[in-house]
């Protein structure tokens, strides 16, 4: 059996909110403590101030495992917004990781936030799963805003079995998916009524859209759209793909089918935007509360 059920390696991040206060952040910390809270051995491997990201993690120790290679820095955002309306500004970066990654773990989840990783590793995997937001990332220097630039064939790992992009990716990520008109014929481009999309990479890819439908991209055959659980309440989005796509490539590999699998995920994104930061990540009973309530 591999030493872990799931690992995530991507920079944890500083995260600066609106109000000057700093918590944990960035897709390796969010998709593992969903993992963890769906009861997985998880560990992070990150990149960082050793010291200082052991601080952002204290309260989650008990929770994850967690490797860092040192830097003389470690990632910071600034975040402002929510969604469609967020911007995030780069104050600091931990750099690539440069070193090798040895992986034993059923589950590898590749989570880049700030062009970090470029899909080497070694080891053992039994599933691997992408969410790609930061290679796509862009950004001038300390302090800019985030910007995006298309994702290359070459950034992503020569296998990976799930990809999770939100909607304000899709563009920088289009040759992952090739959109059908009525007649079937294959256009670049978007996905409509009427037409359908499969994935071009020959990957499963899923993308979520918040309170919109999320959209599944299976190879060979057409989009599927699945509806999001009702949100009364928005009080904080930041980390809801991650945990979707945690809770996502968890299900697809204890056997769900895609749509069974984003489901659990829509439900655990549900869960983790109906409250304040990392505590609201939400485990298996109210993953599961929240999808017999949308029933």
């Keep these: 059996m591999p030493t872990y059920d799931y690992t995530t390696v991507g920079h944890v991040t500083a995260d600066v909110l609106a109000d000057g206060s700093r918590r944990p952040g960035g897709g390796a910390f969010y998709s593992a403590l969903q993992a963890a809270r769906l009861g997985q051995r998880a560990l992070i491997i990150t990149q960082g101030v050793p010291t200082e990201i052991e ?15 040192a830097a003389r820095q470690t990632t910071t955002l600034q975040t402002l917004g929510h969604g469609a309306a967020r911007t995030q500004r780069v104050l600091a970066w931990a750099g690539p990781i440069a070193r090798a990654v040895t992986v034993d773990s059923a589950i590898l989840h590749l989570a880049p936030v700030a062009r970090e990783t470029a899909g080497q590793w070694r080891g ?26 298309p994702l ?11 990809i999770v992009i939100s909607h304000a990716e899709r563009d920088s990520c289009s040759w992952l998916i090739v959109a059908r008109d009525q007649n079937g014929r294959h256009s670049a481009g978007s996905t409509r ?60 590999l204890e056997g769900r089918t895609p749509v069974e699998a984003a489901m659990v ?31």
């Design 55 to 69: 601080e952002l993690l204290a309260p989650y120790r008990g929770e994850l495992e967690l490797e860092v290679f």
């Design 124 to 149: 053992r995997a039994d599933f691997i799963g992408v969410t790609p937001q930061g290679l796509v990332r862009t950004w001038a220097g300390p302090g800019a805003e985030i910007g995006q630039v």
């Design 152 to 162: 290359e064939p070459q950034q992503l790992p020569a296998r990976r079995d799930a």
């Design 193 to 252: 009524p009427g037409g359908g999309a499969a994935s071009a990479s020959g990957t499963l890819v899923a993308v979520t859209a918040g309170a919109d439908a999320t959209v599944l991209h299976i190879p060979e055959r057409e989009v599927l759209e699945l509806e999001v659980p009702r949100i009364e309440h928005l009080v904080d989005d930041l980390g809801a793909g991650d945990v979707f796509a945690a809770a996502f490539f968890t299900s697809l």
């Design 265 to 295: 995920g829509n439900a655990a994104a549900a869960v983790r935007i109906g409250g304040a930061g990392p505590g609201a990540v939400g485990g298996r009973d109210a993953i599961q509360a929240r999808l017999r309530a949308s029933r």
